[in-house]
């Protein structure tokens, strides 16, 4: 057993030395059975901090590091690196988190030092019993699975494609483009959303380095970084896009209808055509119409079959069946991005029951050029507005709903109120709770609008009604807000609202997330690993997130993201091989009585059961050493290396003994 351990002990400048009596803890350790030296230093981390343990190494001063500083989520590699450098297993050291769980939680100095000093004693008693253990590396397949096709999706997967890397884009809808393919225009900067993004979507279908599967949806995933097997389910579209050339005879033809926006007042606003066959809108890519079999005469009623006697190319197949296709990936790109907060919910603004109030996704078609209505602002009833009420925050920064800020609604209700402005008559009241403009060019955008004519009535809209108080109000939808500039209660009458509805995550996120083992948040979105420091990556290595199924956020911000990922994987893909966790659990299957246990308890899916031996098996790439299946095996025949039962009694020990 080693007797000489080298403790380090830091200041994270004031974080840890303002609370914890940096010299009690010194003189402490220095007593310490196996201690052989201590020292202390303001910042461990830095250069000089890391150079002092490779000093010591180097002489062969100690043979085992305990470093006390903060948590291992933010240093432990930094410190495992410095003993590698200096030719000590990195196993061979152990951290005790005296910041997050001392100096920053504790109000008392006193006891905040007493904390510290037991959890340093804790450390050194389990470094005593430290073992190396052997590093561990995988190869890495350079294709990459990307899900989710809107504007995060297809950045990385042209990012990755143009660096000559191969990419399966999966999109579940029948075209990719995601939101942005539904805009007319994008804050700030006002360009056409179409001019944008279709020359990156045809890039996208044509790309030698992508295959692209849309109507399809990932079913499973297994594996680890490097080596994921994916199945994805191609969706029947009941036209064969080999034979197909999107001429549109079948649509136009169509006597089938789908009705795309149901329980909304503005039902048949759509991109595309709303026939039963269809294409979600004209730039689809690719250019490929697909039946919705809930409204196709043929599939409903066994009627009908126009489509296949119009379609001179013969591309319809009635009986086109799903088919599931397999593929080997290195890693897994989740942009599945979000969806709008459905506002029936919120009665008192009367969206589905009163006409004319919209979702802002509702707006963005009805202004779309390419939309049901050519770009023209109607009502319901085909006429003009002459005033229009735009509501912040519906559902976000609620905690009834979101308690977050959507980020977005702010900058599209005023794209909204210069649309409006530029293409009607009508008067504009936008109610805000705060204007938040914090892009580049986004203030600008503001200030710019506040020289528009727009009415801007500060304060949280109650109420939205049909039901007049005065003769003003006759005819038209009223909203009643307080604005708490003029300290008022208000109603203004106008002829149709829109509101400004929350970016919530995808309903699919839930089932994805499970299939690729990483965490959604309370917030419904994606768990990143570091929120600053590992903003695209998660908990497990080769998944990766991007996009709005991160967070709420803009498109700017989400294409800086795509490209983070892009370069996060392309680094992963370069050097060919990887190292993963070498603190893995082991099963001893002499004691394993094949229960099976652990096999539905491991989050990572890493245990298998061998049917012909009778006993469960941990595949080590796929385990990260989390102890779940240790705690839980009655049989006690797991292991968790670098965790062992002689390990974690030593911790306890060292706690008790200064207690
Ligand atoms: C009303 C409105 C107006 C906006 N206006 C602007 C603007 O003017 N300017 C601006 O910068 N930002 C704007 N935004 C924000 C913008 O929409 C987002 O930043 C952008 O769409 C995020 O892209 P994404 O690819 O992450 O998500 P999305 O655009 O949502 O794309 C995600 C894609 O993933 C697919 N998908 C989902 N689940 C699965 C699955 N399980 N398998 C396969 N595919 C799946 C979806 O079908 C979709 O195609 C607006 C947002 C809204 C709601
Ligand atoms: S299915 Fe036939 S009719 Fe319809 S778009 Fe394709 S080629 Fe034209
Ligand atoms: S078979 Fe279905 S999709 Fe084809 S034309 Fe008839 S209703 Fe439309």
Excluded at 167 to 172: A, F, P, T
Excluded at 532 to 550: E, H, R, Y
């Amino acid at each position: 057993m080693s007797e000489r351990i080298g403790v380090y002990i830091c200041h994270c400048g004031t974080n840890i030395a303002g609370k914890v009596d940096i010299g009690t803890l010194v003189e402490h350790t220095k007593g310490l059975a196996g201690v052989r030296l201590v020292r202390e230093y303001k910042f461990m981390c830095s250069d000089p901090g890391q150079a002092l343990i490779q000093k010591d190494l180097e002489a062969g001063t100690i043979d085992r590091v305990v470093v006390a500083s903060c948590s291992p989520l933010m240093h432990e590699n930094t410190f495992r690196k410095v003993c590698e450098r200096s030719g000590l297993n990195p196993y061979l050291f152990t951290m005790a988190n005296i910041r997050e769980q001392c100096s920053w939680v504790h109000l008392d100095g006193g006891l905040s030092t007493e904390k510290a000093r037991d959890l340093i004693s804790a450390a050194v008693h389990r470094a005593r019993f430290l073992e190396p253990l052997e590093k561990r590396e995988v190869s890495i397949n350079p294709r990459t699975l990307v899900i989710g096709g809107g504007i995060a999706g297809i950045q990385t997967a042209l990012d990755l494609a143009d660096a000559g890397k191969p990419v399966v884009l999966v999109e579940k809808e029948p075209s990719i483009g995601g939101h942005m393919a539904q805009f007319d225009k994008t804050f700030p900067t006002l360009d056409c959303s179409a001019c944008i993004l279709t020359p990156r979507m045809v890039s996208v279908g044509q790309h030698a380095n992508i295959d692209l599967l849309t109507w399809a949806e990932v079913e499973e995933v297994k594996g680890f970084v490097g080596n994921f097997t994916v199945k994805v389910r191609k969706k029947a579209r009941y036209v064969d896009p080999q034979l197909c050339n999107g001429c549109g005879t079948c649509w136009e033809k169509c006597p089938g209808t789908r009705v795309p926006r149901k329980g909304s007042v503005h039902e048949k606003l759509s991109l595309g055509p709303t026939t039963s066959i269809y294409m979600p809108f004209m730039q689809a890519v690719p250019p490929v119409p697909v039946i919705d079999t809930e409204t196709c005469i043929h599939f409903t009623k066994g009627k009908c079959g126009i489509c296949k006697e119009q379609c001179e190319r013969g591309a319809i197949d009635y009986d086109m069946k799903d088919e599931i296709v397999e593929y080997e990936v290195g890693n897994i790109v989740i942009a599945t991005g979000h969806q709008v907060f459905d506002p029936t919910i919120i009665k008192r603004y009367g969206y589905g029951s009163v006409p004319n109030v919209l979702t802002a996704l509702e707006f963005e078609v009805l202004n779309c050029a390419s939309g049901s209505t050519g770009g023209r602002i109607l009502m319901a009833d085909g006429s003009e507005p002459k005033s229009i009420g735009i509501v912040h925050c519906v559902g976000s920064r609620d905690r009834h709903y979101h308690e977050y800020c959507s980020r977005v609604c702010c900058m599209y209700a005023l794209k909204y109120a210069h649309l409006i402005k530029e293409k009607t008559n009508a008067e504009v009241y936008d109610f805000y709770i705060d204007m938040r403009c914090f892009g580049k060019g986004y203030e600008e955008f503001y200030d710019r609008l506040l020289g528009e004519d727009v009415r801007f009535i500060r304060g949280k809209v109650a109420e939205v009604t049909e039901v007049p108080e005065r003769s003003a109000e006759e005819g038209k939808l009223i909203v009643s807000v307080e604005d708490t500039l003029l300290g008022l209660v208000r109603r203004v009458p106008v002829d149709m609202v829109v509101l400004c509805t929350a970016l919530e995550a995808h309903d699919t996120l839930p089932a994805v997330a499970k299939m690729c083992s990483v965490s959604i948040g309370r917030d419904g979105f994606i768990i990143e690993k570091h929120p600053k420091l590992g903003p695209v990556a998660t908990a497990t290595d080769g998944v990766f997130v991007c996009g709005t199924s991160q967070g709420a956020k803009d498109i700017p911000d989400t294409v800086a993201q795509a490209s983070a990922v892009s370069a996060a994987v392309l680094s992963m893909i370069t050097r060919e091989k990887i190292e993963i966790e070498s603190a893995t659990a082991e099963i001893d299957e002499e004691r394993c009585s094949g229960c099976r246990i652990c096999n539905n308890l491991c989050p990572y899916l890493a245990i298998e059961y061998d049917d012909e031996k009778g006993v469960s098996r941990i595949n080590e790439a796929l385990c990260k050493g989390c102890g779940t299946c240790v705690a839980a095996c009655p049989s006690n025949a797991i292991t968790a290396k670098h965790f062992s039962n002689r390990q974690i009694l030593a911790e306890i020990e060292g706690i008790l003994s200064v207690s």
